[in-house]
Nanobody, 130 residues
């Protein structure tokens, strides 16, 4: 059984940084892709970033590109999301999700496909405010 647990959220001032962690058990990070999504109050959930299993390919939404880096422990069970230069618009609940249908993120276009992700964590709150 796959379990997904996010951590690392919190309150940070604009311009600050946070690193989110996603611990996944029962799932092979070396093969399958893992993604981060976020949902702000009153908005739909959106894909933020993805990291491939076999090839380590990455994908970022336009809204975070250049400010966010996704990584993982090779051979381990944790995926990270390093977020820098945070803005109030980044305030949201951030979710980690496992994708058993893809091993690469290189084939994504302008958005991630939420329905492909079978296993989700409970989310971690990120609040960017002065």
């Amino acid at each position: 059984q796959v379990h997904v647990v996010e951590s690392g959220g919190g309150l940070v001032q604009p311009g600050g940084s946070l690193r989110l962690s996603c611990g996944i058990s029962g799932f092979t990070l070396d093969y399958y892709a893992v993604a981060w999504f976020r949902q702000a109050p009153g908005k739909e959930r959106e894909g933020v970033s993805c990291i491939g299993g076999r090839d380590g390919s990455t994908w970022y939404s336009d809204s975070v590109k250049g400010r966010v880096t996704i990584s993982k422990d090779n051979g381990g069970d944790t995926v990270y999301l390093q977020m820098n230069s945070l803005k109030p618009g980044d305030t949201a609940v951030y979710y980690c999700a496992a994708n058993l249908l893809r091993s690469t993120c290189s084939t994504y276009g302008s958005a991630l496909y939420e329905h492909e992700h079978s296993y989700w964590g409970q989310g971690t709150q990120v609040t960017v405010s002065s």
